[in-house]
């Protein structure tokens, strides 16, 4: 068993995600999220914007 | 107050030096693997997160070590080593972070490890985020990787009446008519109380639920759910639940620009089984829903039932909002508000 390897040529990248500690240390209140979402066409927001994006569009 | 602090709680962000002080049903809404140690490596705690990406059931591993017994692969000095000078004190860092290769006979898994003592006690947890999925490994012992749950439990002597799904999850098989008896019984004894059970019961399911969603995006597509094409979440949580005999459930996201949108849920099993109440019935899915859009969002939100196919119509009707709206919105579909009646009282625009 070794350390993790260098992944495989042509193996997908994958973006980084936060630790648990990046996560509180970047946490913030709800409400703040995504205060100017662009709006041109809520099928192409569906398949444009995230699920985090998307959601936070809501009102309320 | 307890039940209300954590009816939202927000794991994403929870400090690693707190974890020992979530119970267990907090720690099962952590988005990523939790095993809680004794100092001789003995399990004796471990999330579900932790639980799907192993596919181990967590009561088969709980008091077994994890070195020795269900993570063989970390009996090596990159990790062990680490542990055991954590357990003596040899080390000054409170926490370290270092990345691994987890092995198990159904793939590998990079992962990042943070390790840390448990504040004033002698608990010591493992916090695993999985960074990328790879085919087995060849060519290693056999003994090297993780055993499969049927190993493990093979050795206890098996498990009669006991099913497991294909993440050897324990599931189990029963008639719809399951919900009906629970609702008679809810009747009888406490009519008033079926809504608000209910709900509580879908936030608790929708919470795990979020967690599952979440590691299955993870090990499709290396992508946190939260972070793909809402158009993709959707089709996601419709298959789950159509796959778990739920109904048919599509988003009508036209509405959207106005602050809300609206869910249909066709075929529900709820309101199938609840025809006798002759009023809203689904009010677990739209817990369950409530708890899944939160998680997503990062924030609370709500979900009412607005029409239900156990009051005629012809399918189960919900709207999505944020949670300041929440008791306008219930207080609409207790008027028996239409979608398009909720937009107008509510306001139409952004």
């Known amino acids: 068993m070794t350390p993790a390897d260098a992944p495989p040529s042509g193996e997908r990248a994958v973006r980084r995600p936060l630790t648990t500690r990046e996560r509180f240390d970047r946490s913030r209140p709800a409400g703040e999220l995504m205060a100017d979402v662009p709006w041109d066409g809520v099928l192409a927001d569906a398949d444009r914007m995230t699920a985090r994006q998307f959601l936070a569009t809501l009102v309320g | 107050m307890r039940a209300a602090a954590v009816a939202f709680h927000q794991p994403a962000t929870v400090d690693p030096f707190e974890v020992d002080g979530l119970d267990d049903a907090e720690l099962d809404e952590l988005p990523f693997g939790v095993v809680c140690l004794d100092a001789s490596g003995t ?81 010591f947890y493992l916090l695993v985020h999985r960074r990328r999925f790879r085919s087995a490994r060849e060519n290693l012992a056999p003994d090297f990787p993780a055993p499969l749950q049927s190993e493990l439990v093979e050795r206890d002597g098996g498990e009669r009446g006991v099913l497991r799904d294909d993440h050897e999850q324990r599931v189990v098989h029963a008639p719809y008519a399951l919900f009906s008896s629970l609702l008679r019984t809810c009747q009888r004894v406490a009519p008033e109380t079926w809504g608000i059970f209910c709900r509580e019961w879908g936030v608790q399911w929708g919470r795990r639920l979020a967690v599952e969603l979440e590691m299955a995006s993870l090990e499709a597509t290396e992508l946190s759910l939260k972070e793909r094409a809402m158009g993709e979440v959707a089709d ?115």
């Open chain 2, 236 to 350: 996601a949580l419709s298959a789950r639940l159509r796959d778990q005999g739920w109904g048919e459930l599509s988003l009508d996201l036209s509405d959207a620009p106005t602050g809300l949108f609206r869910l249909e849920l066709h075929e529900s099993t709820i309101a199938a089984a609840a025809r006798s109440l002759q009023g809203r019935a689904c009010h677990l899915v739209a817990g369950m829903l409530s708890a899944v859009f939160s998680n997503l969002a990062d924030r609370r939100l709500h979900v009412e039932e607005l029409r239900c196919r156990a009051q005629g119509h012809a399918h189960c009707e919900f709207v999505v909002v944020g949670s300041t709206r929440k008791d306008r919105v219930a207080a609409l579909a207790e008027e028996g508000a239409s979608f398009h009646e909720v937009i107008d009282a509510l306001g139409r625009g952004r």
């Open chain 2, 43 to 123: 399990i004796l705690r471990y999330n579900l997160a932790e639980a799907r990406m192993a596919r181990l059931d967590r009561h088969s591993v709980i008091g077994r070590t994890f070195f020795g017994e269900v993570a063989r692969c970390t009996d090596v000095p990159e990790f062990r080593g680490r542990f055991d000078a954590m357990v003596q004190g040899t080390t000054e860092e409170p926490l370290q972070r270092f990345d691994f290769l987890f092995d198990f006979k159904f793939g590998a898994q990079e992962v990042e490890v943070e390790m840390l003592r448990a504040p004033a006690s002698e608990r």
